[in-house]
């Protein structure tokens, strides 16, 4: 049971009832370890999942870290496109309004270049959660899951390194 986030509308509580997932993809970057998740479910659903193993939507600090989650989607990932932490919770409709999920402002972003502008673009004022393409750029999209939205943990490594000390011998 969750009744403690405000996600915009109201405070609302809700049972969130998932199958245990395993990740498809483990790997780690920079004292962090990421897990990818290729079954899609919606951002809510996914940040509440991240956090129910200790960690969050990734959060992309800069380009290198970006070029390192467009590796880790297009190595073997089958989802369209993969949640990130980055989302408009307050609901400006606009690009300044997108903070990621640890409520930092977001320093750097890699929104997707369309025919009509760019992204986010909150078509029909109703896009807000960060969603990243394969090709490494950012989207806005709506609370919900089409099927092809995957999404990725972050998780802080809590042990960088485990010696192993031989006890004498009596």
């Known amino acids: 049971w969750n009744d403690g986030k405000d996600w915009g509308y109201q405070y609302c509580g809700f049972i969130l009832e998932i199958e245990k997932r395993s990740p498809e993809k483990v790997t780690e970057y920079n004292n962090h370890i990421y897990q990818r998740f290729d079954k899609g479910i919606n951002?809510?659903?996914?940040?509440?999942?991240?956090?129910?193993?200790?960690?969050?939507?990734?959060?992309?600090?800069?380009?290198?870290e970006n070029e390192f989650i467009q590796e880790l989607i297009n190595e073997d990932g089958t989802a369209a496109l993969y949640w990130i932490?980055?989302?408009?919770?307050?609901?400006?409709?606009?690009a300044s309004g997108f903070k990621w999920t640890d409520d930092s402002s977001c320093s750097y972003s890699n929104w997707a270049k369309t025919d009509s502008g760019s992204q986010p673009?909150?078509?029909?004022?109703?896009?807000f959660y960060g969603e990243i393409y394969k090709d490494g750029s950012f989207n806005?999209?709506?609370?919900?899951?089409?099927?092809?939205e995957g999404f990725i943990c972050e998780l802080e490594k809590k042990v960088t390194s485990v010696s192993i000390y031989q006890l004498p011998s009596k």
Request: proline share 0%; with cysteine; net charge negative.
């Open 85 to 94: 932490g980055l989302a408009d919770l307050e609901k400006t409709k606009s």
């Open 121 to 127: 673009d909150c078509w029909c004022g109703s896009e």
């Open 43 to 64: 951002y809510r659903e996914a940040a509440e999942y991240c956090h129910m193993i200790g960690g969050k939507l990734v959060i992309i600090n800069d380009s290198k």
């Open 140 to 148: 806005d999209n709506c609370n919900y899951t089409g099927g092809s």
